[in-house]
C-alpha cells in the first residue's frame, strides 16, 4: 500500500471501534465444535462484510431473469404468451417460479438473508458506536514520523503557548481535542490528540437501517395494496368493485371489502396527434374528462384524467395508462331483430392504432353471429400490406372484419376472453368461389351476410380509456426510508473520520513541533489538511487570531 | 432563430464538436507518442522523495523535474500537445453544449434536450467532457484525456449514425418536471460512473504493469499516475456517482413512476437494470472495504457496474423494447 492510502476499515468492528487493531477476521473453515459453537461460527460468516459482498451479487443476478422473462404481475398477457410459445420449457420456468421472479422463493431466500446479514452487522456496530461516542482520542503514538503524513518544524513562540495554538487550531476545525503536558519537566511542551468524524460511521449506520425502512414500506404495500385494470368506453362508468374489474391483482393481505367504494363516469376523451413532420402520428397530449363521487352520497366532481395527472381519492388513485377504438355497430340476425347494439372494444396493434378486436353476438338467431377482424381509424390499402392504417386518428374508419356463424362456445361455462374468438364450432362465411367473405365497413355503410343470415351496420366511434386504479399504503414509509438512507449515504461518503496529534518539544533551546495525521477511510485528502494545519500552526499572526 | 434553424445548427454543432473531439484526442496521441522516448522518473523512488510538501505525486507534469536539458525540452513539447488537447477538448465541449441547449430550443415547445436515445446520448456524452473538464485541475486527470475524446468521438459517431431522430415534441408519458430532474441525475451520476469506470481500467493496467515489475520507463503506462492513484480518482467520481445515483433510479424515479403510472415500482426491466446498477455499485464501495476485494476485485466489479449502466441505456431499448414502458425513449 503507497503511503497516501490510507487504512481501509477491514471490518464492521474496526470502523466504529476506537481500537487500530482489527479484530479477528473470521475463520474461513469450521473448525470441530459444539453445535452451539458451530451455530455461532455460521452466524459470524452471514454477518461478515465478505457473505453480504456474495449476497449482493446474487441479488443481482437474480434480478436479471426477471427482465428476460415476462413476468406474471407486471405483464400477465406477455407471460401467457410465452407460455403458449414455449410448451417445453414453460413448466419448467413455472416450477423455478421465473414468470414471478420477485416473489419466488429463492429471490426471496436472498434478500432475507441479506437482511439477516444486515440486522446481525449493524446491531454490534451500533453498540459500539454508542460506547465509542463518549471516548477520547487515542494518545499521540509514540513516533509521529511512522504515520501515512506527518511533518516537524520549529515555531519561535514558547512550547505552552504552541501547545495551546495547537488545541485552538485543531478544535476550530472540528476536533475533537485532548491536551496532554508532558508530565516529566516543566518546558511546557506536550501534545494534542484530535479525532473528528464521527458522523461518518453514524451517516453508514443510517445508510443500513434505513434500507431496512424501505424494505417495510416496499413489503406493506405489496400486502395491503392493490392493482387494477379496467377499459373504460367513453360514456359509460365505472364503480370500485371487484366484479368490475377487468384484471386485479390484490396484495396478499388485501381483502376485496377493503375497496372505498368511489365511482366515476368517463364523460369524454380527447387525443392530439402530431399532423405533420417526420414523426406525424405520434400523440401529444391526451386526456379524459371524468366526473367522479369519491362515496355514493358524495357530491359529484369533475377532473381532467391525464398522464402525469392522476386522480387521488380515498382509497386508491386512478391513472390513465391507455386508450383505443371501440366502434359502434348493430348487429341485425336472420330474422332481421336487432341482435347486437353498442360499442366494441379493439385493442390497438402498432402505433397506428390498427386495432384488432371480435364481435360476439349470442343473441343471433337462427343461429350465432361472430366477427373477427381490424378497425383501421384512417383506412388505407396496398397490394402487398392488404388494409392498413395511415395514421392514428379517426379520420377515414373502416372495420375490416370476417364473419362467422355457428356456436360461439359461450355455453359451456368455460370463461372466454373478450377478444378472442372461439372457432372450433364457427365456421367463417365464404364466398361463392371458395374465398372468406372479407367486409370493409365504412361509418355509417351497412354491409349483408351471405344467404341472408343477417346484416351489420357501423355506426360510429367511440374512444375507450385504459385505467389503472391502485393504492399502495407503505409508499410513504419507503420513500422516507430512502430520503434517509441517501442522507446517511451521504454522511458515510464524505465525512472523513481523521486522527490529528501534534507534539510540541523543546529541543536546544528551540520550540519543536511535530505533525501526523491518519486517515480512517479511503479516498481522503489528508496530505491538503495537514498542510493546511501545518500552516496555521507557523502561521504566528494567524494563530493569535484563532487563541484569541 | 426559427425551431428548423436551431435544429439544423444542433445537427452542425454535434458534426464540429465531433470533428474537434478527433483533433483533440490526435493532439492527446501526439503528447503520449512524443513521450515515449522520454523517460519518466520512477514512481517509487519519487514517492518515497515525497515528503514535506514536494511536488504532487499525482501531477504528471512533476515527473518530468530533474532531467537532462534535451529532455527539458522534448518535456516542454510533450506539455504542448498535453495542454493543446485539452484546449481541443474545452473547445469541442463547448459546442457540445451548444448542440444540446439549441436540440431543447429547436423543440416546439421548448423542452429538455433528452427526450429520446439520440438526445439522451449526446447530452450523457457532453456530461462526460464536462465532469473531465470540472475534475481536471483537481485531480490531475490530463491522463485520462486521450481515453474521454476518443470514448466521446465513438460514442456520438453511433449517436449520429444509428440513434438520430429529428426534433419533435415528447410524448405525453414525458409531460412532467419529473423529466428533467430525473433524467439530469440520471445524466450526471452516468457520466461520474463512465469517468470513474475509465480510471478503474487504467487501474487494471498500471497495476498490473506495476505488480508484474513490467512497467517500463517511457510509455502511456508509464506516464499514468501510481495505482493507488488511479484506485483513488476512481474511488472519488464512484462515491460521487452513487448517491447521484440513488437519487435519480431510487427516489426520483420512483415518485415519478408513481405519478405516471400508478405504482412507484413495478420491475419494468429498465427499473429492474438501474436496480442492478444500483447493487453492484453498491458491492463495489463494500469491496473496496473488504479484505481481500480491494484493489483488483473492486476495479472489475466497477467495470460490471458500468457494463450493467450502458446495457440498460442500450441493450433494454432493442431486446425488450416493447415491453418495457420505459420503450418511448427509444
Ligand atoms: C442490503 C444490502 C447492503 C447494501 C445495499 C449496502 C450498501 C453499502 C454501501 C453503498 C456502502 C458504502 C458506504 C461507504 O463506503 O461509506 C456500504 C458500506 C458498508 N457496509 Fe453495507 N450494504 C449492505 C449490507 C451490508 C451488510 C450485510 C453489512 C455487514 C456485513 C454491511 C457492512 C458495511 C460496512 C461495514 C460498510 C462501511 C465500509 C467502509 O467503512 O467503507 N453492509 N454498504
Known sequence: MSPEQAPVVESPQAAAGGAATTPPTPPSSPPALSPRELARWAWRQLTSMRTA???????????????????????????????????????????????????????????????????????????????????????????????????TFEVDAAPAEALERARAVLARKRYRVDV????????????VAGERGFLREAGNLLFHVSLLVVLVGFAFGNLYGYKGGVIVVSGQSFSNSLSQYDDFLPGALFGADDLEPFS?????????????????????????????????????????????????????????????????????????????KGPVVFLPEDSTFKSFGVIKVPDAMPEQLGFEGLFLPTYGFSMERGPFSQFPDALDPVLSILPYHGDLGLDSGKPQSVYELKKDDLDVFTKDNGNDYRLDIAVGQTKQLPG????????????????????????????AGVVLALLGLLGSLFIRPRRTWVRVTRREGRTVVELAGLDRSSGGDLRDEINELEKRLQDSEAAKRETT | MTSADLAAFSNNAIAFASVVYVLAFLAHLVEWVVGRTVPVTVPEQRAVAVGAGGPRPDAPDADLADTGPDQAEQAERIDRFGRIGVALTLVAGLLHLAAVVTRGLAADPVRVPWGNMYEFTVTATFGVTLMY?????????????????????????????VLYVPVGPLVPALHSYWLAIHVTAAIVATGAFTVGGMASLLFLVRSRAENR????????????????????????????????WTFAALIAGPIWAEYAWGRYWGWDPKEIWAFITWVVYAAYLHARATAGWKGKAAAIIALIGLATLLFNFVGINYFFGSTSQHSYSG
Open chain 1, 264 to 340: 366515476f363516469t368517463v364523460d369524454d376523451f380527447h387525443v392530439d396527434f402530431l399532423q405533420s413532420g417526420e414523426q406525424a402520428g405520434m400523440p401529444t397530449d391526451f386526456a379524459a374528462d371524468l366526473t367522479y363521487r369519491e362515496t355514493p352520497d358524495a357530491p359529484a366532481r369533475t377532473y381532467e384524467l391525464a398522464v402525469n395527472h392522476p386522480l387521488q381519492v380515498d382509497g386508491g388513485s386512478v391513472f390513465l395508462v391507455g386508450h383505443g377504438y371501440a366502434p359502434k355497430v348493430t348487429v341485425r340476425d336472420g330474422e332481421g331483430n336487432v341482435a347486437y
Open chain 1, 53 to 151: 459482498l456474495v449476497l449482493l451479487f446474487l441479488l443481482a443476478l437474480g434480478a436479471i431473469p426477471g427482465s428476460i422473462v415476462p413476468q406474471r404481475d407486471v405483464d400477465s398477457l406477455a407471460a401467457a404468451r410465452w407460455v403458449d410459445q414455449h410448451p417445453t420449457l414453460a413448466p419448467i420456468y413455472d416450477k423455478l417460479g421465473l414468470f414471478s421472479v420477485f416473489d419466488s422463493v429463492w429471490f426471496s431466500a436472498i434478500y432475507i438473508l441479506l437482511m439477516i446479514s444486515l440486522v446481525g452487522c449493524i446491531v454490534p456496530r451500533l453498540r459500539i458506536y454508542w460506547r465509542g461516542m463518549r471516548a477520547r482520542p487515542p494518545k499521540a503514538p509514540r513516533n509521529l514520523s511512522r504515520l501515512p503524513e506527518s511533518r
Open chain 1, 180 to 191: 496532554h503536558p508532558d508530565s516529566e519537566g516543566d518546558t511546557g511542551g506536550g501534545a
Open chain 2, 133 to 161: 473538464l470540472l475534475l481536471l485541475r483537481r485531480y490531475h486527470l490530463r491522463w485520462l484525456g486521450p481515453v474521454v475524446t476518443g470514448f466521446n468521438v465513438a460514442i456520438l459517431m453511433l449517436a449520429v449514425l
Open chain 1, 452 to 479: 341472408g343470415a343477417g346484416s351489420i351496420t357501423f355506426d360510429g366511434v367511440d374512444r375507450w380509456v385504459k385505467l389503472q386504479v391502485s393504492e399502495s399504503p407503505g409508499k410513504k414509509i419507503a420513500l
Open chain 2, 213 to 244: 515489475g513490467t512497467l517500463r520507463t517511457t510509455g502511456y503506462i508509464a506516464r499514468l499516475p501510481q495505482a493507488s492513484v488511479l484506485d483513488r480518482v476512481a474511488y472519488r467520481m464512484h462515491a460521487f456517482g452513487f448517491p447521484i
